[in-house]
């Protein structure tokens, strides 16, 4: 069966610091990965998915990178953090889309950001 | 517009009561429909899928697909209080090269109370 793992569960980091969040999945190969973001009180929103090894698209504009070294690995980066990514970020992943009936995205635990 | 709606509640049921959670979404290429439950401070999880119209049921969790009128609902059948969460329809982006990318509500909270 396949497993997502998402480290760490908490993070407190001040402004300006450096940001890396690592998410890796065992038990399927080649799969789509994402990174979300919720922020408090809002819904879920895309930052980052990735098809396969090297290959990133970006959703939204901001001082976040993701990179995908591996084919089971997924990392979320900023070199200076805001007070405003302050939030849960969720690592997910889902079968290769192979036709329109998408698969289902399955998250990790999550890791709690508080930037201060 | 928002493209998945749901009433944000809170949605407030007796214990062995019907839960019915809605979500409408504006895509009406959508194929692909998703509901989650999310505890506080916990990860979503996957709870029900659905792809064509009509009615999936699985366990206490039935969840009706209306593409015509680009509607998706989750009923949950003897409510629990463990069943109080909240929770996230998910609608897939049209079209083959979506990526399984989902479009989340911003989740109905339900609580089941004794």
């Known amino acids: 069966s396949q497993t997502i793992h998402q480290w760490p569960a908490t993070l407190v980091q001040p402004v300006g610091s450096p940001l890396s969040l690592e998410c890796t999945v065992e038990?399927?190969?080649?799969?789509?990965l994402y990174w979300y973001r919720q922020a408090a009180g809002r819904g879920l929103q895309l930052l980052f998915y990735?098809?396969?090894?090297?290959?990133i698209s970006s959703e939204v504009p901001q001082n976040l990178s993701a990179s995908r070294p591996q084919d089971r690995q997924f990392i979320l980066s900023s070199k200076k953090l805001l007070l405003s990514d302050s939030g849960f970020y969720l690592c997910?992943?889902?079968?290769?889309?192979?036709?329109?009936?998408?698969?289902?995205?399955?998250f990790g635990n999550g890791t709690r950001l508080t930037v201060t | 517009q928002k493209e998945v709606e749901q009433n944000s509640g809170p949605l407030s049921v007796p214990e062995g009561a019907i839960a019915s959670l809605n979500c409408t979404y504006s895509?009406?290429?959508?194929?692909?429909f998703f509901w989650y439950r999310q505890y506080s401070g916990k990860s979503p999880e996957l709870i029900m899928s659905?792809?064509?119209?009509g009615d999936k049921e699985d366990g206490r969790f039935t969840a009706q697909l209306n593409k015509a009128s680009q509607y998706v609902s989750l009923l949950i059948r003897d409510s629990q209080p463990s069943d109080s969460a909240t929770y996230l329809c998910?609608?897939?982006?049209?079209?083959?090269?979506?990526?399984?990318?989902?479009?989340f509500g911003q989740g109905t909270i339900l609580t089941v109370h004794p």
């Open positions: 895509d009406r290429g959508s194929q692909s």
């Open positions: 998910a609608v897939n982006n049209a079209g083959g090269t979506s990526y399984g990318k989902l479009t």
């Open positions: 659905i792809y064509s119209n």
């Open positions: 997910a992943w889902s079968l290769t889309v192979t036709s329109s009936y998408n698969s289902p995205l399955h």
């Open positions: 990735s098809v396969g090894i090297g290959q």
């Open positions: 038990g399927t190969s080649n799969p789509n």
